[in-house]
């Protein structure tokens, strides 16, 4: 028997694909999924599954310790909207936790949730070994080369959404003929660059990046098949997102997509 991990997993392909990884490296992985976000394909792959909601904090330690998980990792996106609900939703490990916290941004309230989970035996660490087969080089991954339009926007809107992303805003960021179109807020990547293409037509430039100081439990941002699909469907013109600190996943899926709509997709070093 290999040693066990908890996975709290959101949306997303990234947590089926960390299980994997997981199983590669001999763990044996109990799984809680957020109920409404988290793939079923889950419950078939883990040692042990529970649905929980985000809501019900003490749920995910109870599971956790019966299945004698003292340590975890998180992986997927949340949706950061849940713990706005009001108090009668949540359980009272949560509805305490959020009572104490002042600045409500997602991360302050991820980090509270890490503390949480620390004060009750179980350690929340780094997901980025579970991940290593999707982080890329920088350069240039599809087939489409970049007009020097397309690299002034980019130019133009890298240290922008970098300073969104360390204040906690938003890490991703559209942008056309050097203006600002949409900037990422609750609602999450691909419905910003949809909202983005409503604004501003065909010929968008996107911008993700990791925040300065990230820290990877709480947040490894990614791009993926469906931030292409949501990039095509906007009439995009390119990607650029931080090479080395974010994942990439279906890359070849991707990428053929890409080329196919001549999307250019870059990674890029900071």
Known sequence: MGERIGLIAGAGESPLLALEEAARLGLECVVAGIRGEAQADLKTRAVAFEWVGLTELDKVVSFFKAH?????????????????????????????????????TPSRLIQSLIDYLAAQGIAVVDPSFLLQPYFC?????????????????????????RRLADEDIGQTLAVKDRAVVAV?????????????????????????????RQDP??????????????????????????????PFFQKDESLALADAANLIILAKRS
């Open 68 to 104: 004698s998980v003292r340590r975890a990792v998180m992986a997927g996106a949340i949706d950061p909207k849940a713990v706005l609900q009001p108090k009668e939703t949540m359980d009272d490990a949560l509805f305490q936790l959020i009572a104490q916290i002042r600045d409500k």
């Open 137 to 161: 080089p920088p350069g240039l991954l599809g087939s489409a080369p970049p007009t020097p339009a397309i690299l002034e926007d980019i130019e133009f809107g890298w240290e922008r959404v």
């Open 184 to 212: 990422e807020s609750m609602e999450g990547t691909n419905e910003t660059i949809e909202r983005a293409g409503r604004l501003a037509g065909a010929g968008l430039v996107v911008i993700k990046v990791a925040r300065t």
């Open 217 to 246: 439990r709480i947040d490894i941002p990614a791009v993926g098949l469906e931030t292409i699909r949501s990039l095509i469907r906007a009439r995009a013109a390119a990607l650029c997102f931080e090479a080395g600190r974010m």
